[in-house]
């Protein structure tokens, strides 16, 4: 389903739908049969214990390397929880005790800084619509930036039409990508999903001969810089 963004442009604001770009080929939905019919997928239970005591003489007495009365089981999907456990625990169970922590590397690899992880909220449809902030060249902003992701915007009716394609003419003009940040004042970092990534947000438009546009909303949550020179590299 596409998401509903909230965007500000030269004094007005518009509700346009925001979603992932179309694949260059439509993926081919294939489907096996044999001569007992259509062939599916099904998650089950391999019947391996991963901590038995395997060793000559008992595998001779027996099979304790194997759960025969789970083995073959099928895997109800609404009933797995993901659980961590400690692999050094020679009884492992599951563990809560632990924190979410973000480490951030600089240029160098190093290790720079550790914050608890923060849960973010998706901010593309707040009260306050997402802003227009300063402009950079489009070829600048291609090669200092590492892109994760790319989406584009979609108009939902004739007026936002307008809207989006007077702003793809606007930036494709000049050669320009527009940075877009979020909030009352625009200066936050775009947040698309809930608990998702914080992400640093350029716009970047295209219009043909014909009239038709192309928005693009480019994420990045990296900027590539170079590492310092040391003191031997300069001597």
Avoid: C
């Amino acid at each position: 389903m596409p998401i509903t963004l909230h965007l500000e442009y030269q004094g007005k604001s518009a509700r346009v739908d925001l979603h992932g770009l179309p694949p260059e080929k439509p993926k081919v939905l294939a489907r096996n049969f044999t001569s007992a019919g259509e062939v599916s997928t099904s998650r089950l239970v391999t019947g391996a214990r991963k901590n038995a005591a395997v060793d000559f003489a008992a595998l001779v007495a027996g099979d304790p390397e194997l759960d025969l009365a789970l083995a073959g089981t099928p895997i109800d999907a609404d009933s797995v929880t993901p659980a961590w456990f400690d692999p050094a625990d020679p009884a492992p169970k599951p563990i809560g005790d632990f924190a979410d922590v973000d480490i951030v590397y600089d240029a160098s690899d190093q290790e720079k800084v550790r914050r608890p992880h923060l849960v973010r909220h998706s901010n593309l449809n707040e009260l306050h619509p997402v802003k227009l902030g300063k402009r950079l060249p489009a070829v600048e902003a291609l090669t200092q930036f590492a892109f994760k992701q790319t989406l584009q915007l979609a108009h939902v009716d004739g007026l936002t039409h307008e809207f989006l394609q007077t702003l793809a003419r606007d930036l494709a003009q000049k050669s320009e990508v527009a940075v877009l940040g979020a909030g009352p004042k625009g200066n936050q970092p775009l947040v698309i999903r809930e608990a998702g990534t914080a992400y640093r947000a350029f716009l970047h438009g295209e219009v043909d001969h014909e009239g038709r546009y192309r928005l693009l909303l480019l994420l990045s949550d990296q900027e590539l810089k170079l590492p310092e020179r040391s003191t031997a590299e300069i001597e």
